[in-house]
């Protein structure tokens, strides 16, 4: 059963926007905080953004700070990621996860639940 389900990659321009979304089951969504992370070919998983259960805390890391923003709707059991100023850098599969707690981390492994991933490509 498909818990998490990502939407929104696409092919953009490099300082194009684009936003990412992640629904997921209620059951799960209301008991998690979320984590958006990437991976490019050949790279390693990273860390992108976070965002706490309520919505009140959100993290982004530094390599895409000032130009990515993380935002939930409680509502509609729906994570986004607003990626602004794209770069080609920013090329990667992006999955959503959701961990069992109150605040996300930065850590893979403590995610619970993963989508299945979306491919954002940025051309120069």
């Known amino acids: 059963q498909v818990q998490l389900v990502e939407s929104g990659g696409g092919l953009v321009q490099a300082g194009g926007s684009l936003r990412v979304s992640c629904a997921a089951s209620?059951?799960?969504?209301?008991?998690?905080?979320m984590g958006w992370f990437r991976q490019a070919p050949g790279k390693e998983r990273e860390f992108v953004a976070g965002i706490s259960r309520s919505g009140s805390s959100t993290t982004i890391a530094d390599s895409v700070k000032g130009r990515f923003t993380i935002s939930r709707d409680n509502a509609k059991n729906t994570v986004y990621l607003q990626m602004n100023s794209l770069k080609p850098e920013d090329t990667a599969v992006y999955y959503c996860?959701?961990?069992?707690?109150?605040?996300?981390?930065?850590?893979?492994?403590?995610?619970?639940?993963w989508g299945q991933g979306t491919q954002v490509t940025v051309s120069s």
């Open positions: 209620e059951r799960i969504f209301g008991a998690s905080a």
């Open positions: 996860a959701a961990t069992d707690s109150t605040r996300s981390t930065y850590y893979s492994s403590s995610y619970d639940y």
